[in-house]
């Protein structure tokens, strides 16, 4: 029973690492420098335009 809780845990630590690997945008108008979703930003991609997600810290984290 333990082996099994290892198992589905050691699964676990290691798809939820690949999952925050990707890379992720953030979208702003250029116009009015507010974020935008992605669907306003692929409607007006001249007046649009992609950053990199900067990562967030965990609370406590120093």
């Known amino acids: 029973?333990?082996?099994?809780?290892f198992i589905?845990?050691?699964i676990f630590a290691f798809s939820t690492a690949?999952?925050?690997g990707k890379k992720q945008k953030q979208y702003r108008s250029a116009e009015s420098g507010r974020y935008v979703t992605k669907q306003k930003a692929e409607k007006s991609?001249?007046?649009t335009y992609s950053t990199p997600r900067?990562?967030?810290l965990k609370k406590?984290?120093?």
């Open 8 to 10: 589905i845990a050691f």
């Open 18 to 20: 690949e999952a925050q």
């Open 60 to 62: 406590g984290a120093k």
């Open 45 to 47: 991609p001249a007046t």
């Open 1 to 5: 029973m333990k082996n099994l809780f």
């Open 54 to 56: 900067k990562a967030r």
